[in-house]
């Protein structure tokens, strides 16, 4: 005959059970405390934290983006001589 009492789960049932709420919580944490875009209806929305974001600047160039390149072939061409002695 069985007796009433249910029986107890073993030492490491118990431990897997906690080590898996553990993980769970710890990965529920994580997703939280990430900040990322999110693409909802065609619109890319900024993190919650864009306000702490280093703000990145680039100084405008030049208009012509080969200036140096056009600069060092001009240095290059040779100078014509005058005709002077024809």
Known sequence: ???STPERP??????LGVRAALLAGVALASVGLTGCQVDIGGQTLPSAYYLQ???QYFPAGPEFKLSKEAAA???ATPVPA???CN
């Open 10 to 15: 073993t030492h490491t049932e118990t431990r």
């Open 53 to 55: 974001d280093d703000i």
């Open 82 to 84: 005058d005709d002077c």
């Open 73 to 75: 072939l001009k240095a």
């Open 1 to 3: 005959m069985r007796s």
